[in-house]
């Protein structure tokens, strides 16, 4: 298995679930009393962990929040937010683990678990943070503008403390699935091959579907 293209197509993939995920859990905003950024970031966590897991390099999850936030363009009506709330998600875990890939003199595999964990969840905490300021006081949105600090602080803190929770049940599950992924691709004959990139381009196919059909 080229370890170039399985990078790829695992970006594709991934990228592609990531996105579907967010169309799909946004639509909770219906349901009242549902933390719909812990779950969302929950869900995010998942996809990144994996994607790294099948390819550790600085880039590779800011690269998958990229593709992601792609879907989102095609959403009517656009909100800017939400694209910038993926994108700092993928922009921070990314930093974290490089950093922490940089000191260590390794690869995400040779990272303690224990560790893992806890870069995971202060990476949500610090996303949360970002997000937090840049809506208030960079993109100027007026939800966030008009609840004032309380709104801002709730969101930094209340929702990114379950968000952090979150993460370590996430981070777990994502290990195990990318440690089985990178595990039975070496194996990989040419139909299995071919199968995992047909899931990817599919999901890519039914992300875009996805976001088309939310225009009004």
């Not at 994607?51 to 363009?73: C, E, M, N, T």
């Not at 964990?117 to 943070?129: D, K």
């Not at 503008?145 to 979150?166: K, N, P």
């Not at 599950?173 to 381009?201: D, K, M, N, P, Q």
Request: proline share 3%.
């Amino acid at each position: 298995m080229d370890p170039k293209r399985l990078a790829i197509t695992s970006v594709l993939l991934f990228g592609s679930l990531w996105g579907l995920a967010e169309l799909g859990i946004d639509r909770l905003e219906l349901a009242d009393g549902i933390p719909r950024a812990p779950l969302l970031t929950a869900a995010a966590l998942f996809f990144l962990v994996v994607a790294r897991r099948v390819w550790d390099a600085p880039g590779s999850s800011l690269s998958l929040a990229v593709l992601a936030s792609a879907l989102k363009f095609v959403q009517s009506p656009f909100f800017g937010c939400k694209i910038a709330a993926v994108l700092i998600l993928g922009g921070v875990f990314d930093a974290a683990l490089s950093v922490a890939r940089g000191r260590e003199r390794g690869s995400l595999r040779s990272v303690r678990r224990a560790a893992l964990y806890g870069r995971t969840a202060l990476a949500t905490l610090a996303s949360f943070a970002a997000f937090g300021f840049t809506a208030r006081f960079v993109l100027l949105n007026p939800f966030w503008v008009a609840g004032g600090a309380a709104r801002m602080i709730e969101y930094q803190l209340f929702h990114g403390a379950i968000a952090a929770g979150l993460a370590i049940p996430a981070t777990y599950l994502a290990l195990r699935v990318g440690e089985r992924i990178t595990a039975a691709a070496r194996s990989w004959g040419g139909a299995r091959w071919l199968a995992y990139r047909a899931a990817a381009v599919a999901s890519g196919a039914a992300g875009v579907a996805a976001a088309l059909m939310t225009r009004g």
